[in-house]
C-alpha cells in the first residue's frame, strides 16, 4: 500500500512541476517568437498655413473686358497749370517719374465710368496711405476710384491691390528711371524701349500720348488676371508727333 501512494505522490508532483513551467513560459503564435510585430503610429497631419498676405490670389475683376495701366509723367504734369497747384505731387522737394494715373477697366469698344457701387465714394486715408508711393495724391485715388474703380466688380481694397499689382508687374526702361536730364525721343523709340524690358509686351498693348510736345502718360492694356494684351483701340490713341521731350525729374 506505502509503494502505490509512493507511486501517486511521485506523479502529482511531475504534474505541478509540468504546470508551473507552462505558467511560466506560455506558447505563444510562431510570428511572435523572439520578434514581436512593430506598432504602425500614422502622424497627424500637418495643418497648411495660411497664405501670407504678398501670396494671396489675386482678385480678379467682373464686368469688363480688360484693364488699361494708366501711367503719368509726373515732371510733365507739374509743369501745367493743374499741376502748379497739386502740393502733394509737385513741389521743389517732389521727385516722381512714372505714377500711377489709374488702372481703368475697358470693353473692347469704349469703356464703363461711375458705376454703382457698395462701397464708399471716399478712399480713407488709411488705405490711400499704402498708395502714395505709386499714386501721390488722395485727391487722385478718390477721383480714379469713384470714375474707374467701382466699375471694376472689386473692393475698394482689392481694386488699390490690383492697381498695385499692375504697376509692378511692369518694368520702367532705364530712360525713364528717375532720369536727371531733358530728354527727347520718338514715341515709337520709346514704345520700343518698353517691349524690350517686358517680355511678352508688343507695341500693340500699349500707346504714348503726349500733352503738346511733351510725354504725357503711357498706356499699358492687360488681361484681369494681369497678363499684356494687345487693344487696338487704345493703341490708335498713341502720339503722332514724330518726337517728344521728357522733362527732367525735379530733385
Given at each position: ?45 500637418k495643418p497648411v498655413p495660411a497664405p501670407a498676405e504678398g501670396t494671396k490670389p489675386l482678385p480678379i475683376g467682373q464686368g469688363f473686358d480688360f484693364y488699361v495701366l ?38 473692347e469698344k469704349g469703356y464703363p465710368e461711375s458705376c454703382a457701387s457698395d462701397q464708399p465714394d471716399r478712399v480713407p486715408d488709411n488705405l490711400g496711405q499704402h ?121
Amino acid at each position: 500500500m506505502h509503494r502505490y501512494y509512493g507511486i501517486a505522490a511521485f506523479v502529482g508532483l511531475m504534474i505541478a512541476a509540468g504546470l508551473m513551467i507552462f505558467l511560466q513560459d506560455p506558447i505563444v503564435p510562431s510570428w511572435d517568437v523572439g520578434d514581436t510585430p512593430a506598432v504602425i503610429v500614422q502622424a497627424a497631419p500637418k495643418p497648411v498655413p495660411a497664405p501670407a498676405e504678398g501670396t494671396k490670389p489675386l482678385p480678379i475683376g467682373q464686368g469688363f473686358d480688360f484693364y488699361v495701366l494708366s501711367l503719368s509723367w509726373s515732371p510733365s504734369y507739374c509743369l501745367s497749370d493743374e499741376g502748379e497747384g497739386n502740393q502733394q505731387q509737385c513741389g521743389s522737394s517732389k521727385a516722381f517719374g512714372l505714377i500711377v494715373h489709374g488702372l481703368w477697366p475697358q470693353y473692347e469698344k469704349g469703356y464703363p465710368e461711375s458705376c454703382a457701387s457698395d462701397q464708399p465714394d471716399r478712399v480713407p486715408d488709411n488705405l490711400g496711405q499704402h498708395y502714395l508711393d505709386i499714386m501721390p495724391s488722395m485727391g487722385l485715388m478718390g477721383h480714379e476710384w469713384r470714375k474707374h474703380g467701382t466699375c471694376s466688380g472689386l473692393s475698394q481694397a482689392d481694386y488699390f491691390r490690383v492697381t498695385r499689382a499692375a504697376f509692378e508687374k511692369l518694368k520702367i526702361p532705364d530712360t525713364l528711371q528717375q532720369p536727371e536730364i531733358r530728354q527727347t525721343m520718338s514715341p515709337d523709340g520709346l514704345e520700343q524701349q518698353f517691349v524690350a524690358a517686358n517680355p511678352g509686351l508688343s507695341t500693340k498693348a500699349m500707346s504714348v500720348t503726349c500733352d503738346g510736345e511733351r510725354l504725357e502718360e503711357v498706356r499699358i492694356c492687360m488681361t484681369t488676371d494681369l497678363t499684356f494684351r494687345a487693344c487696338e483701340e487704345v493703341d490708335r490713341k498713341s502720339c503722332q508727333r514724330s518726337s517728344i521731350t521728357i522733362p527732367p525729374v525735379a530733385n
